[in-house]
T-cell receptor, first 112, second 117 residues
Framework: SQQGEEDPQALSIQEGENATMNCSYK?????LQWYRQNSGRGLVHLIL?????REKHSGRLRVTLDTSKKSSSLLITASRAADTASYFC????????????FGQGTTLQVKP | GAVVSQHPSRVICKSGTSVKIECRSL??????MFWYRQFPKKSLMLMAT?????????EQGVEKDKFLINHASLTLSTLTVTSAHPEDSSFYIC?????????????FGPGTRLTVL
């Protein structure tokens, strides 16, 4: 079952602009992860934020987590055409199930 | 490190045949592997969790006799789509979790595109 809702579903921006994607979830979690998928390819892990963390940075990526609102955001700063891809959030539900529950994804297009 | 491969990358088969897809962790031991299915422009749907040496755990609505999973070693899991039909056409992706993985980070294979004629 998919517990994540992401918005927007699609986002189109110009190179150099920032892109923000949001993810909401329903259950308590151990952590939340963001993945990237280029068209027709597998997923690449971008960043993981634990339930006791509020913000995390990795290069041009900034992730926030608000467990009270059960939501997370992914910010890509100074976007590049190569950032064009689909981005998925995935939650690791509490209880160590080992499963990841994926959101519906945001398709990002960065125009050169 | 943490590379996962899938084979084949693409397969086209006739209706009624069976297709086997392999998922390998190349440089680490994977105690757990996961099989997902993805429809065009959609998210990943978890089909089953595969643990080495034991039976796979299937998600609700996934037919275990239709999608046979075997996790024969710590580096190999296979998914066999039996008696494939056109509605089984999809993108199948596996992922693997490391033995020393505290945070349930999963490493994904590149996916297999199955087309059933």
């Amino acid at each position: 079952s998919q517990q994540g809702e992401e918005d927007p579903q699609a986002l189109s921006i110009q190179e150099g602009e920032n892109a923000t994607m949001n993810c909401s979830y329903k259950t308590s979690i151990n952590n939340l992860q963001w993945y990237r998928q280029n068209s027709g390819r597998g997923l690449v892990h971008l960043i993981l934020i634990r339930s006791n963390e509020r913000e995390k940075h990795s290069g041009r990526l900034r992730v926030t987590l608000d467990t009270s609102k059960k939501s997370s955001s992914l910010l890509i700063t100074a976007s590049r055409a190569a950032d064009t891809a689909s981005y998925f959030c995935a939650t690791d539900p509490s209880g160590n199930t080992g499963k990841l529950i994926f959101g519906q994804g945001t398709t990002l297009q960065v125009k050169p | 490190g943490a590379v996962v491969s899938q084979h084949p990358s693409r397969v086209i088969c006739k209706s009624g045949t069976s297709v086997k897809i392999e998922c390998r962790s190349l440089d680490f031991q994977a105690t757990t592997m996961f099989w997902y299915r993805q429809f065009p422009k959609k998210s990943l749907m978890l089909m089953a969790t595969s643990n080495e040496g034991s039976k796979a755990t299937y998600e609700q609505g996934v037919e275990k006799d239709k999608f046979l999973i075997n996790h024969a070693s710590l580096t190999l899991s296979t998914l066999t789509v039996t008696s494939a039909h056109p509605e089984d056409s999809s993108f199948y992706i596996c992922s693997a979790s490391r033995e020393d993985n505290s945070y349930n980070e999963q490493f994904f294979g590149p996916g297999t595109r199955l087309t059933v004629l």
